[in-house]
């Protein structure tokens, strides 16, 4: 089991340090960049100046992934990996994930000669990327709610110094750190490319999905429509957010409790299955190959997805 277990976390670190010099590659992309790239057949996502293996993976990839750029999963894929700020088109992490779920296949197989624990963990990696990735888009939204508020300050001060909001998005994206830098530079870059300011600033709100950016950006189109002091709706939406962030914050002291059953909920089922594994292997393989066994886990894991639903409804309260 340690064996499973060490390999499993060395194609984990494996696939993670790929994405890594993949994002490093391209840590100044915008969604200009993004939309062009589905047309642009000469260039190169890399530099064609380095073969190296980095290089040489990315090429394969994007040529397996160019048939897949239409499909609803490749641009639901995309969507997030926008929001946790990944350069990658969807369809190439589809790739990515169904290559690394094969290879971690021939691994498990290699190592216990079971199928059916060599599929379990093929079918669990792209879950587990995939809650990675909502992980992480979490905490990118968290911080950017975080810095909001400095944000509106700064922008607010910058219309009272006689600056304009476009002048002032320039400041944030300049001065700030990221992740809101990063996409108010998206929004500067949209505008400089000839997209209107509020369709900027709307395709920004669509990518963060904050419900209090989204005040910012209904403030900043009725000012611009009907006029108004900008600069002291911005103070107001300000202090609003400030008062949420705090009250957010107590609301997640007082479902720790709650969020603990969750996390306790999903991992036990697996731990239990590791412990039967390695101490009771006839009776765990009896489970993987009777038909009884087969729908036993099938209707487990449906209790466990709606247990874990039910507790999430109790303990998200919107603020």
């Not at 599929?119 to 992480?136: E, K, Q, Y």
């Not at 910058?158 to 304009?164: D, V």
Request: net charge neutral.
């Amino acid at each position: 089991m340690i064996i499973i277990i060490s390999a499993f976390s060395a194609l984990i670190t494996f696939f993670l340090v790929i994405l890594f010099f993949l994002y490093l590659n391209r840590s100044r992309s915008t969604d200009v960049f993004y939309r062009l790239r589905r047309h642009y057949h000469e260039g190169n996502f890399l530099d064609d100046e380095k073969d190296n293996f980095i290089n040489r993976l990315y090429k394969l990839i994007k040529k397996i992934a160019k048939p897949l750029s239409n499909w609803n999963l490749a641009k639901i894929s995309e969507k997030r990996l926008r929001q946790a700020g990944i350069p990658l088109l969807g369809s190439e992490f589809i790739v990515m994930v169904l290559l690394f779920s094969a290879a971690l296949f021939v691994v498990i197989y290699m190592i216990t000669l079971e199928k059916q624990i060599a599929l379990i963990f093929a079918l669990l990696l792209p879950i587990f990327l995939w809650i990675l990735l909502l992980m992480l888009i979490s905490k990118r939204r968290s911080a950017f709610t975080e810095q909001l508020s400095d944000c509106l300050t700064t922008v607010s001060n910058a219309l009272r110094a006689g600056y304009s909001f476009q002048q002032a998005v320039d400041v944030i994206s300049k001065e700030m750190e990221p992740p809101i830098s990063t996409e108010f530079a998206r929004v500067s870059h949209d505008v400089s490319m000839g997209i209107n300011l509020d369709e900027a600033l709307e395709q920004m709100a669509k990518r963060v999905e904050s419900s209090d950016f989204d005040l910012v950006v209904t403030a900043v189109l009725i000012q611009r429509e009907i006029g108004g002091n900008l600069a002291q709706v911005l103070d107001s939406i300000s202090d609003t957010i400030i008062e949420r962030i705090r009250m957010k914050r107590e609301i997640q002291s007082l479902t720790a409790q709650g969020r603990l059953s969750a996390v306790v909920l999903v991992l036990l089922p697996f731990f239990v299955g590791a412990f039967m594994y390695v101490f009771n292997h006839e009776q765990f393989i009896l489970l993987l190959e009777e038909p009884s066994g087969q729908i036993a886990l099938v209707v487990s894991l449906v209790m466990e997805i709606v247990g874990v639903y039910i507790i999430k409804k109790i303990i998200d309260i919107d603020v």
